[in-house]
């Protein structure tokens, strides 16, 4: 049985959400951090209920509805989210005052808004979904793990659309702590110059990406999820994904498109560069945390991403590394580690 990317749906801090001009117009940032282009929320939330959501349940609720809108999908079979650190605004915001009221008169909203489920059961609420929902919170492969879960449910039958998606959000406090274990560079760095500056430490980013996977063939599918796999602080990762793509009747060279995590940070970047020189040194190679930002599910908009360059036939020259020839892409793989612990590795095909 076949899985098929019915639509997608991207906030991210770049033009992504509902802009037909694919990575054309970048936006460049020169701090540490960067932060999401919000749409008008209003479009797609009642207005009443904004101002009592966070700011990655809004994202995860506009994606997650605009992804359901473009497929013309009323209601899912399904929810299933992934995220790493959930709603942390809220955590935060509940945190700081249970300390600064002893404990005492507080209100629960932040609290029941602040469970890694929150933006999963929000989009169920909103559509009276009554069906399969759950959230993974599996460190840097909670995306892949829910995209996972979502595969098996259209394999058993359980349900013939399901809702996939990867949030997280970045606020001060996650940022300080992540600047100081090494994950974030401490000074100020343009984007659009990460990938060419590499040092200790990449730039912080947030975002929302939302896909409706099917088992039906249709024309408007956007492109087919071939297959993905997970890896656990493998060492001998070259090995892995060439029997990854040996499972799937593969070779490197039949790859018309590698998409990987580079994030400017040196020890990060390590293990792209020994593939890029060994078994896809023949191939065509992307990046996207220069666009992104480096979060724990990150990987939502490289598939996002890749989707996209299969439908429209053609790769943005902002995300270009290495071209090797000009065909358009067929089979693109996703190759993505967090930490160097979390591996994933995702093949998305045209149709």
């Not at 600064?100 to 609290?111: D, G, R, S, Y």
């Not at 909103?126 to 460190?139: A, P, Q, W």
């Not at 274990?181 to 430490?201: D, M, Q």
């Not at 979060?295 to 090797?324: C, G, H, R």
Request: one cysteine or more.
């Amino acid at each position: 049985m076949k899985t098929y990317i019915r639509s997608s749906s991207c906030i991210s801090p770049q033009k992504t959400f509902r802009n037909e001009d694919f990575l054309i117009d970048i936006v460049e940032y020169t701090g540490p951090r960067l932060s999401t282009i919000e749409p008008d929320y209003k479009e797609f939330i009642d207005p009443k209920l904004i101002r009592r959501m966070s700011h990655v349940i809004k994202m995860g609720v506009a994606a997650a509805k605009d992804c359901l809108n473009q497929a013309e999908v009323e209601m899912p079979g399904a929810i299933v989210t992934g995220t790493a650190l959930g709603c942390l605004e809220d955590t935060v915001g509940f945190m700081t005052r249970m300390v600064e009221q002893n404990e005492e008169l507080l209100n629960p909203t932040a609290f029941i808004q602040s469970t890694h489920n929150t933006v999963a059961a929000q989009v169920a609420l909103m559509l009276k979904c009554h069906g399969y929902n759950n959230t993974f919170v599996h460190k840097g492969i909670s995306f892949e793990s829910a995209l996972l879960d979502a595969i098996m449910l259209l394999r058993e039958q359980e349900a013939d659309s399901i809702l996939v998606g990867g949030t997280e959000e970045m606020v001060d406090v996650s940022f300080r702590i992540l600047t100081r274990l090494g994950l974030y560079r401490r000074w100020p760095t343009s984007n659009l110059e990460l990938l060419s500056t590499e040092a200790k430490g990449s730039i912080g980013g947030e975002g929302a990406a939302f896909f409706p996977l099917t088992d039906k063939t249709s024309k408007d599918n956007l492109a087919e999820l071939s297959a993905i796999k997970t890896l656990y602080n493998i060492n001998d990762i070259e090995g892995g994904i060439t029997k990854f793509l040996a499972e799937n009747n593969l070779k490197p060279g039949d790859i018309d498109l590698v998409i990987t995590g580079k994030n400017g940070d040196l020890k990060n970047d390590a293990v792209y560069k020994q593939l890029g020189s060994s078994i896809f040194k023949d191939s065509n190679i992307s990046n996207y945390k220069h666009l992104s930002g480096e979060y724990s599910t990150s990987s939502s908009f490289a598939l996002w991403m890749a989707a996209n360059i299969i439908k429209k036939e053609i790769i943005p020259q902002t995300v270009i590394e290495k071209q090797i020839d000009n065909k358009s892409p067929k089979k693109v793989l996703i190759y993505n580690h967090y930490l160097h612990k979390y591996h994933s590795l995702m093949l998305v095909s045209a149709i």
